[in-house]
């Protein structure tokens, strides 16, 4: 079992930064894949960014077109947590943002799938106000 908590959430202006957090229980840091969803009001879930936890490497790390040179996901080096640093953060950015766990590889080909990740956190909220 695989327990997340997120935190870090809030309330920045158009262009700003916001870095957010997760925290995972319940297991070691080696073969899972840990990403970011997000949900804006009214719309579906969809994907953010993906990590896989066994090397902490670009080449193991995807990224929605829609944030692409803006997030970073990276993982704790002594920590069980995967962080997701957002700048130049934009209104459309704005949602409830979900860590999400897949014991395993990353699944690289339709990463966003949300059916693949196994273990879901509460969610955080960002808000971007223009």
């Known amino acids: 079992q695989v327990h997340l908590v997120e935190s870090g959430g809030g309330s920045v202006q158009a262009g700003g930064s916001l870095s957010i957090s997760c925290v995972a229980s319940?297991?070691?840091?080696?073969?899972?894949?840990l990403g970011w969803f997000r949900r804006a009001p009214g719309k579906e879930r969809e994907g953010v960014a993906i990590i896989y936890s066994g090397m902490n490497s670009e080449s193991n790390r995807r990224y929605a077109e829609a944030v692409k040179g803006r997030f970073t996901i990276s993982q704790g080096n002594a920590t069980n947590a995967v962080y997701l640093q957002m700048n130049n953060l934009k209104p459309e950015d704005i949602g409830t943002y979900y860590c999400a766990a897949a014991p395993g590889l990353c699944r690289w080909v339709r990463w966003s799938d949300a059916a693949y990740y196994s273990y879901w956190g509460q969610g955080t909220q960002v808000t971007v106000s223009s």
């Open positions: 319940g297991y070691t840091l080696s073969n899972i894949c």
